[in-house]
């Protein structure tokens, strides 16, 4: 049983944040029908599903038309959003009974900087008035996420969301936490940033473990199948669901040989031992 899938319904998020290294030249949205396809072969396989690799699925306009197919399968969706398209329209498809969970990755706003249309209080405005709706039935959960801890650059920004966060949530507890509770259902996260792994970069380790293949999958936006969320080039391809059912792609020799590998505490594939996500948080 996989604990989440990634499907990547779109590989366009319309910005250029620096800590997202892999770049994607021809945008692209992946077909209701091979969303299906996806969906029906991922049944009793996990029961959350991420619509995301690279792209912001909250530029999809037809969004409710994936959310519609992943309720008819019963998966809990996780949705994650640089939150910069944020409009009533989207708040409203993020509302649908479907979504267990709303990730908003706060740091792109600043990543983004001169390119800006909006300020910052009008950018977090939205999102913390969605944060105040998340406790209506279905709840869903929400997380303003700061992954940019450690980077001196990003000071003054942190400083500033978490000043307008104290004017719309209350001072509460310490800021300084890494998981802060901002409201019910919603949660203020920090972390560091990761570096991605890249066939081309220097080695970190060549022991250690994964959940990858295990415990997740990512499903690119045409139909590759890739063994984690941050193989977003396909490089470690296991197949194409298009033409290969599900499980003879989670019985092929490669998904095996990295299975077996993680759990020996073997990292067999070069891209695994490049991941600065895997060094840091397993």
Not at 16 to 42: H, Y
Not at 192 to 218: R, Y
Request: glycine content about 6%.
């Amino acid at each position: 049983m996989l604990s989440k899938a990634y499907i990547e319904i779109t590989n366009f998020c319309g910005l250029n944040c620096d800590f997202c290294e892999p770049k994607k030249a021809k945008p692209m949205q992946m077909g209701l029908g091979l969303f299906e396809t996806i969906s029906r072969e991922l049944q009793d396989k996990t029961q959350d599903i991420a619509y995301h690799m690279l792209g912001d699925p909250a530029t999809v306009e037809n969004l409710s038309d994936y959310l519609d197919i992943s309720f008819k399968y019963g998966f809990r969706v996780h949705i994650t959003t640089s939150g910069y398209y944020l409009d009533n329209k989207i708040a409203s498809t993020l509302m649908h009974k479907a979504v267990k969970q709303v990730n908003f990755s706060l740091s792109s706003f600043y990543s983004n900087g001169k390119h800006n249309k909006q300020t910052l209080d009008e950018y977090l405005s939205k999102i913390t008035a969605f944060a105040k709706k998340s406790i209506e039935k279905p709840k869903r959960f929400v997380n303003l996420r700061l992954w940019n801890i450690g980077n001196e650059r990003y000071n003054d920004f942190n400083r500033n969301v978490e000043t307008i966060l104290i004017r719309e949530f209350g001072e509460g507890s310490d800021f300084d936490a890494k998981k802060r509770r901002l409201a019910p259902y919603t949660m203020l996260v920090k972390d560091t940033m990761f570096s991605w792994p890249d066939i081309d970069k220097a080695e970190l380790a060549n022991t250690g473990s994964c959940h990858a293949v295990k415990g997740q999958l990512g499903f690119l936006v045409d139909g590759t199948v890739a063994p984690c969320c941050l193989d977003a080039k396909g490089v470690m391809r296991l197949g194409d669901i298009k033409t290969t059912p599900l499980e003879e792609i989670l019985n092929s020799k490669r998904a095996i040989e990295m299975k077996r590998g993680f759990e020996q505490n073997i990292l067999i594939e070069k891209m695994c031992r490049t991941c600065g996500f895997r060094e840091m948080r397993l």
